[in-house]
């Protein structure tokens, strides 16, 4: 079934309707007509499966014909802090991030950053992430946006991450580690017997993590973990962790 992304304020009584750009998507480039059904997806995780009554120019008008509550994530959220890989890669990581489930994405600088500085992320490109985060929420159903927060620099991540008692975080490596995967969620589930409220996943871009940076990730109580032998590509890295947590932590259904 087609799924659209609207504003909650577009709903008004029994109706929805459509103006701007999400009528030009929905009527201009998929020809959705009168009489087409589909869901629309607000922010509130609710879905409205609704019937199209009237299309003019610019608006359209749909009928609402049944509502429904979007299971909202589970918990630990799972937020992948994201060193600014090329932006290819950066516009396939979003994708499939918002598909598994990813709460939020904090991109920032380090020293092997594809791009090192906020000046060379245009608006466009701050633009066309979010409308990737859209499609891929249309796509999968999700009940709400993956935020994308905007990029800092290395220094910053102190204050962002690991914040209470509830948040652990961990970083991909590389170089030599003394944990696997496996043996961190096991740490990390038996030291914090009351639950854990957020997962901080740190991933480098092409090049991955200098020493130093290494040595300061350590020093913030983060654990260096390894995915095995082979060196994997930034997409790769963050989906097989994304996935490995998920399994781990139960939040496939």
């Known amino acids: 079934m087609r799924r659209y992304w609207i504003n909650k304020s577009d709903l008004f009584n029994d109706q929805v309707n459509f103006t701007g ?5 929905i009527f201009d480039v998929c020809r959705q007509e009168v009489g087409s059904k589909f869901e629309v997806l607000t922010e509130d995780s609710k879905a409205y499966f609704v019937e199209v009554t009237s299309v003019s120019k610019k608006t359209a008008v749909g009928q609402i014909l049944e509502e429904r509550d979007i299971p909202q994530l589970k918990t630990p959220h799972v937020h992948l802090v994201l060193s600014v890989s090329r932006f290819p890669v950066m516009d396939a990581v979003m994708e499939k991030a918002v598909e598994m489930g ?11 950053s594809f791009v090192r500085s906020g000046e060379k992320i245009s608006e466009n490109k701050t633009e066309r992430w979010d409308k990737i985060v859209k499609s891929a929420t249309q796509q999968s159903g999700r009940g709400d946006l993956m935020k994308i927060h905007a990029p ?13 008692d509830s948040s652990v975080g961990l970083f991909a490596y590389e170089g030599p580690s003394t944990l696997s995967i496996k043996e961190y969620v096991s740490k990390v589930k038996a030291s914090h017997t009351q639950g854990i409220s957020n997962i901080w996943i740190i991933v480098g871009s092409e090049g991955g993590f200098s020493h130093s940076e290494v040595q300061k990730f350590q020093d913030l109580g983060l654990h260096p973990v390894t995915l095995g032998p082979q060196v994997l590509r930034v997409e790769t890295a963050c989906m097989a962790l994304v996935s490995v947590l998920k399994y781990d932590f139960d939040l496939m259904v």
Not at 152 to 164: E, H, P, S, T
Request: avoid cysteine.
């Open 102 to 112: 990813v709460k939020s994405i904090q991109p920032f600088f380090s020293e092997f």
């Open 21 to 25: 750009d999400v009528f030009h998507h």
């Open 152 to 164: 800092v620099n290395f220094d910053k991540l102190a204050g962002i991450i690991n914040q209470n």
